[in-house]
């Protein structure tokens, strides 16, 4: 919960204030004081400004000129033109743009005389995104100079004026520690700032669309090289966040910001990582609570700390993780599992304890209640633990029959078939089936519906040593189950686990199932990756049956938007006029892909 929550393309509808909540100068006792603001010609100017970046510039020598030519003119109003929603839009795209000197330069403006004025510009809502960028800029000093050791006296000094004001920020911050952690926007530019003190910024998205787009993606971080400084910048800013540990825990802007501290620590500082940890732990622990009550309980069911306590558990060493669940969580973890918010951070704990035999603890203690957990729909405990135990065998049969008993397919023995559509759709078997009777006599087929978590259920069943009896339900599917299975977006990654994990007589049998459905699966969007997949994992004389299906039908493959790409990845005109060719290019990657999962495993 570290990435940022909004996207830059959206903050300017929330720049007004709603009636009765205007918001004054930071630093004046009076919340009335009104700030300069931009008048509507100079509005225009820099609307054209964001016109004229969007066209983008042929020659560098030509966009210097512009940018140079434009922060002079912001020059003696930075402050104003930061602050302001369509000046602030402008400046944000001329920094990414500018020499770091004259980041460094509008950086000094934006301070002021002693640096005071950031707290204010920072906790603007469009001041913050200015300050961001500025920040954000300080990755290019080792690049516009080739390297360190290649910088000359001159290039040294302009990454030294922007380096003096970084260091300026992290003085004023710590001064205020409060209230930059506390400001849903100034706590975003904190958040920048510890990055750049640690040396690594995550990519940043161009707008607001590419944000929705890659909502559950995870960023990636760019490593850069920054002045000794900042290390020791970094250090002091950590103890004054460890300082005010009681605001971190509770507020959701401050506890982001600690987790943003222990994300890049763990990247870059792993013993500062530590210690940070050890200390956020200590604190949750030792407060007051109920006789025979750890107060972590407490912690893990509020909405911002648990999310504090998910980091910490990520980057924690096992003897911290035995400790905490030693001494607070032990013979809790079903409570906490069932709780709406705790059940998150339970999660985490089965994810990280997955390879230490703390997992095995863990694991006893949530079978005991294994089936009010499905009951209280905490999926993600259920599939977390399928997971984890890919990595123990002695507990995948436990589990297994834990979730025939759970959907009521365990006994008889005959009803072992039926448990793949009862895991997809996460249905017991009386509700799937349509039947009240205690025996079978009386059963209603039902049709195959498919569930986002009953598919992750099943993908983590496909990896254990024994996959028997989910094999056995999968080919007791009727073809009509086997297309919408293979054709839904979430039935399509199920299937294809259990297609793709299973041997190659296994595979070859069940393909045999599944030759007539060969050109609905090519002429699908979800199928056609669902038979990509298979195709990869297939041997030759498999992929050549594969083939010859679908050849049959080279009119209706060419013509369709998905089977044609099919068509063309799996080389089928080869196939119909270079048999002897395509045999063998067909048999070179196979033994290439052969050799690479041997590798991989």
Same mark, same amino acid.
């Given at each position: 919960?570290?990435?940022?929550?909004?996207?830059?393309?959206?903050?300017?509808?929330?720049?007004?204030?709603?009636?009765?909540?205007?918001?004054?100068?930071?630093?004046?006792?009076?919340?009335?004081?009104?700030?300069?603001?931009? /008048?509507?010609?100079?509005?225009?100017?820099?609307?054209?400004?964001? /016109?004229?970046?969007?066209?983008?510039?042929?020659?560098?020598?030509?966009?210097?000129? @512009?940018?140079?030519?434009?922060?002079?003119?912001?020059?003696?109003?930075?402050?104003?033109?930061?602050?302001?929603?369509?000046?602030?839009?402008?400046?944000?795209?001329?920094?990414?743009?500018?020499?770091?000197?004259?980041?460094?330069?509008?950086?000094?403006?934006?301070?002021?005389d002693t640096g005071s004025e950031f707290r204010r510009v920072a906790c603007d809502p469009c001041g913050g995104h200015v300050m961001e960028s500025a920040l954000r800029q300080t990755h290019r000093w080792t690049e516009e100079g080739g390297g360190a050791e290649e910088k000359s006296e001159a290039e040294e000094e302009d990454c030294g004026t922007l380096e003096v004001q970084v260091q300026r920020l992290c003085g004023v911050v710590r001064e205020n520690i409060t209230e930059f952690i506390k400001d849903p926007h100034g706590s975003h530019v904190l958040r920048t700032?510890?990055?750049?003190?640690?040396?690594?910024?995550?990519?940043?998205?161009?707008?607001?669309?590419?944000?929705?787009?890659?909502?559950?993606?995870?960023s990636e971080m760019t490593d850069f090289e920054i002045p000794a400084s900042f290390w020791w910048?970094?250090?002091?800013?950590?103890?004054?966040?460890?300082?005010?540990?009681?605001?971190?825990?509770?507020?959701?802007?401050?506890?982001?910001?600690?987790?943003?501290?222990?994300?890049?620590?763990?990247?870059?500082?792993?013993?500062?990582?530590?210690?940070?940890?050890?200390?956020?732990?200590?604190?949750?622990?030792?407060?007051?609570?109920?006789?025979?009550?750890?107060?972590?309980?407490? @912690?893990?069911?509020?909405?911002?700390?648990?999310?504090?306590?998910?980091?910490? @558990?990520?980057?924690?060493?096992?003897?911290?993780?035995?400790?905490?669940?030693?001494?607070?969580?032990?013979?809790?973890?079903?409570?906490?599992?069932?709780?709406?918010?705790?059940?998150?951070?339970?999660?985490?704990?089965?994810?990280?304890?997955?390879?230490?035999?703390?997992?095995?603890?863990i694991f006893d203690?949530?079978?005991?209640? @294994?089936?009010?957990?499905?009951?209280?729909?905490?999926?993600?405990?259920?599939?977390?633990?399928?997971?984890?135990?890919?990595?123990?065998?002695?507990?995948?049969?436990?589990?297994?029959?834990?979730?025939?008993?759970?959907?009521?397919?365990?006994?008889?023995?005959?009803?072992?078939?039926?448990?793949?559509?009862?895991?997809?759709?996460?249905?017991?078997?009386?509700?799937h089936y349509q039947t009240e009777t205690a025996g079978d006599a009386t059963v209603t087929q039902h049709t195959l519906s498919i569930c986002y978590h009953g598919s992750r259920l099943v993908q983590a069943l496909a990896k254990f040593k024994d996959r028997s009896i989910l094999m056995n339900s999968l080919h007791a599917l009727s073809s009509a189950d086997l297309r919408t299975l293979g054709t839904d977006s979430a039935g399509s990654h199920a299937l294809q686990a259990l297609v793709t994990s299973a041997s190659d007589k296994g595979r070859g049998k069940f393909l045999r199932k599944l030759e007539e459905l060969y050109i609905p699966l090519a002429c699908s969007r979800c199928g056609s990756r669902l038979l990509e997949a298979v195709w990869n994992s297939a041997t030759v004389s498999q992929r050549q049956s594969i083939a010859e299906k679908l050849v049959s039908s080279e009119n209706q493959l060419r013509s369709d938007q998905f089977a044609r790409h099919v068509w063309a990845k799996f080389g089928l005109t080869h196939f119909t006029k270079r048999r002897s060719a395509w045999l063998e290019v067909q048999t070179g990657e196979s033994k290439k892909l052969k050799m690479f999962r041997d590798i991989l495993e």
């Open positions: 919960m570290v990435e940022k929550m909004g996207a830059k393309g959206q903050r300017y509808f929330k720049a007004s204030e709603k009636p009765g909540k205007k918001r004054g100068a930071q630093g004046s006792g009076d919340g009335a004081v009104k700030r300069a603001r931009l /008048d509507a010609m100079t509005v225009g100017y820099y609307r054209r400004i964001c /016109d004229r970046l969007k066209e983008g510039f042929t020659e560098d020598e030509e966009r210097d000129l @512009f940018v140079e030519n434009v922060l002079s003119e912001v020059k003696g109003k930075a402050n104003v033109v930061a602050m302001d929603m369509t000046g602030s839009v402008a400046l944000e795209k001329l920094l990414s743009l500018a020499r770091v000197v004259q980041v460094g330069e509008v950086l000094a403006e934006l301070g002021g700032l510890i990055h750049v003190l640690a040396g690594c910024l995550t990519s940043e998205p161009s707008d607001a669309q590419q944000v929705k787009k890659d909502r559950r993606s995870t910048e970094l250090k002091h800013l950590s103890d004054s966040l460890m300082e005010n540990i009681n605001v971190c825990a509770t507020n959701p802007s401050a506890s982001a910001t600690l987790q943003t501290l222990l994300t890049v620590c763990h990247r870059k500082r792993p013993i500062l990582c530590r210690k940070l940890n050890k200390g956020i732990m200590g604190y949750l622990t030792s407060l007051s609570s109920a006789p025979g009550v750890s107060p972590l309980l407490v @912690f893990l069911k509020d909405p911002s700390c648990s999310h504090l306590i998910q980091t910490v @558990f990520k980057f924690s060493q096992k003897a911290l993780l035995r400790d905490v669940y030693k001494n607070h969580l032990k013979e809790q973890l079903m409570s906490l599992a069932l709780h709406r918010i705790a059940n998150f951070t339970i999660q985490t704990l089965i994810e990280v304890s997955s390879g230490l035999k703390l997992f095995l603890k203690e949530l079978m005991e209640g @294994f089936e009010a957990v499905l009951a209280a729909g905490h999926m993600g405990v259920v599939i977390q633990l399928a997971e984890s135990c890919v990595q123990w065998e002695e507990r995948q049969d436990t589990l297994m029959q834990r979730l025939l008993k759970a959907f009521h397919c365990s006994d008889p023995a005959s009803r072992h078939t039926s448990c793949l559509p009862l895991f997809l759709s996460l249905l017991a078997y009386e509700v």
